[in-house]
């Protein structure tokens, strides 16, 4: 079939837990070969385990070194004999209004999210223009399609996401028709992000006694096993935009409606958090 995973080799970042480590099961599950990447170097050998006998690599990498990122992506195809797609995935937060937003924290944000989606880019896409039928994702967020208090540097960064894939979609659609250029679009997934983003500071009358990370996973809806059954399904459709769970689709919906004041309509529905 058009869509099928069978011995395709696709790299992922963020493959140590969450979405990431989803996506290698579902994948594998499928007859991929994997190359998977993370920082956290327990987490990713968990997932290796997950996985049993399925051909897969693993490197612990950090997505903001280009060099390592780069490396990863050319010894995955020289490995395995080629590269069939990539999901760039890794990502992280900080809590706080941009004014009190360290520049250090935001730029780790942009660095991570957006920059290291850009090298995944440029260093997969001459891998991916070899192959008869390939994919590039990029995992943006809801906050990719609305702003939210306290997440300007999640918001810049998945909204910067959005941007290029966008480009790449038109871009590539005429030069490399083969690649399919997916962006995706969560919206509460049950991951680690919310837990391990840090918290610098609230909006001024925000309740301060609330355990930020507890809180979202209460709102989040979705599972990371959802969340990626949706995307690989995406992905064998051949979609360029893949919305993932209720709220997701309510924001879209939402932020078309209402695109100066939807706030006022979605804040109260998401709550706190982000992907």
């Not at 590039?136 to 990719?144: D, M, P, T």
């Not at 918001?155 to 399919?180: F, H, M, Q, W």
Request: glycine share 10%.
């Amino acid at each position: 079939m058009a869509g099928s995973f069978e011995d395709r080799v696709i790299a992922v970042t963020g493959a140590g837990s969450g979405i990431g480590r989803a996506l290698a099961i579902d994948l594998a599950g499928k007859g991929a070969v994997l190359a998977l990447a993370d920082m956290d170097a327990v987490g990713l050998a968990e997932t290796k385990r997950l996985l049993g006998n399925r051909p897969a690599s693993v490197t612990v990498l950090d997505v903001t070194d280009t060099a390592a990122l780069a490396a990863w992506v050319d010894g995955a195809a020289a490995e395995f004999g080629r590269l069939d797609g990539i999901i760039n995935n890794a990502g992280l937060s900080v809590v706080a209004p941009f004014a009190d937003c360290p520049r250090e924290d935001f730029n780790r944000v942009m660095a991570v999210n957006f920059g290291g989606v850009v090298e995944g880019c440029r260093a997969a896409i001459p891998h991916l223009r070899k192959a008869d039928r390939a994919w590039l994702v990029n995992i943006s967020s809801v906050f990719g399609m609305m702003g939210y208090p306290t997440q300007s540097a999640y918001n810049a960064s998945k909204y910067a996401v959005r941007g290029l894939t966008e480009a790449l979609y038109l871009e590539l659609g005429v030069t490399d028709p083969n690649i399919c250029v997916i962006r995706v679009h969560p919206g509460g997934v049950s991951t680690n992000v919310a837990r391990n983003s840090k918290r610098i500071a609230g909006m001024p009358g925000q309740r301060t006694d609330l355990d930020f990370a507890a809180e979202f996973e209460k709102a989040a809806k979705t599972t990371p096993q959802q969340a990626a059954a949706i995307i690989v399904a995406g992905m064998e459709k051949r979609q360029h935009r893949v919305l993932i769970g209720s709220d997701a689709r309510f924001i879209d919906l939402m932020t078309r409606l209402f695109p100066v004041n939807y706030f006022k309509r979605i804040g109260a529905f998401i709550g706190g958090g982000n992907r």
